[in-house]
């Protein structure tokens, strides 16, 4: 994985650098604010990992309340077709079927550049938020269809040490604010 360096620093996926995204998070919960996107947001320590987000998870998400958290994958075909699949945090995602199930060739994990150039966001960040920067670039998403049954889900809004809450219903909103009709697919 690159890194970049300034003055001894490493340059994260924290709101820290978030002024060196193509979007701020600031800016796009600005935006989320003036479609009238309800939701609350969370701060809490960086996360790269679903393991890193299970230790932070307690502190804003009881277990009762039907909440999901969620893992991103950012995916690339041999053809150069560029997905973000986004599913429940504790799903197991077999890349073979998947391909099957989205009818792409070989997947594999897209670069650290790629992800900025496509989703404008760092490793740790991925979100279905991400595609306001990827509605353009081409990125199609893919979102396991038991989300739908979540109360409310929790995303990264391209920072890693905020948490967005919001309804189903509100990220629909988000994705036809964008101009993208997400694919509901049975993993």
Sequence with gaps: M???YTDDIIIDGSSRFQDSLPLSSDRLLEIMDKWNIEYDLHYHTPVKTVNQSREI????LKSESGGCHVKNLYLRDRKKKNVLLVAQQDRIIDLKKLKLTIGTSHLSLGSEQR???HLGVRPGSVSPLSMINGANKGVILFI?????SCSKIYVHPLVNDRTVELSVKNLEKFFEKIGIKPNWIVL
């Design 57 to 60: 998870q307690g502190s804003f």
């Design 144 to 148: 396991d269809i038991k989300l739908q």
């Design 115 to 117: 992800l900025m150039e």
């Design 2 to 4: 690159i890194k970049k």
